[in-house]
């Protein structure tokens, strides 16, 4: 059984940061994309960054300001959030994909944090 255990997260003033970590554990054959999306009330759960080998990419509204990264050794995944807006506002999800043996892929999520940016 696999599990997405997701860290940090937390109230902060405009143009604060945080850092929010996905760690994953169980059994699985290996990791292909690990993601981080998030979901405002009243909104669609939308992709804030993404990470695959040889590929990094970025919502527009966040790039610049967000950093994504993993830990292959530790099968992580972080999002670093800077300069953080009251719009970034929402409960932030990972999102990891594995492979299976066969190569067809699956999709776990993380169990969503919180992010709150208000004065």
């Known amino acids: 059984q696999v599990q997405l255990v997701e860290t940090g997260g937390g109230l902060v003033q405009p143009g604060g940061s945080l850092g929010l970590s996905c760690a994953v554990s169980g059994t699985f054959f290996s990791i292909n994309a690990m993601s981080w999306y998030r979901q405002a009330p009243g909104k669609q759960r939308e992709l804030v960054a993404a990470?695959?080998?040889?590929?990094?990419r970025y919502a527009d509204s966040v790039r610049g300001r967000f950093t994504i990264s993993r830990d292959n050794a530790k099968n992580t995944v972080f999002l670093q959030m800077n300069s953080l807006k009251p719009e970034d506002t929402a409960v932030y999800y990972c999102?990891?994909?594995?492979?299976?043996?066969?190569?067809?892929?699956?999709?776990?999520w993380g169990q969503g944090t919180q992010v709150t940016v208000s004065s």
């Open positions: 999102n990891v994909q594995f492979y299976r043996p066969d190569f067809s892929v699956t999709q776990y």
């Open positions: 990470t695959s080998p040889g590929n990094t």
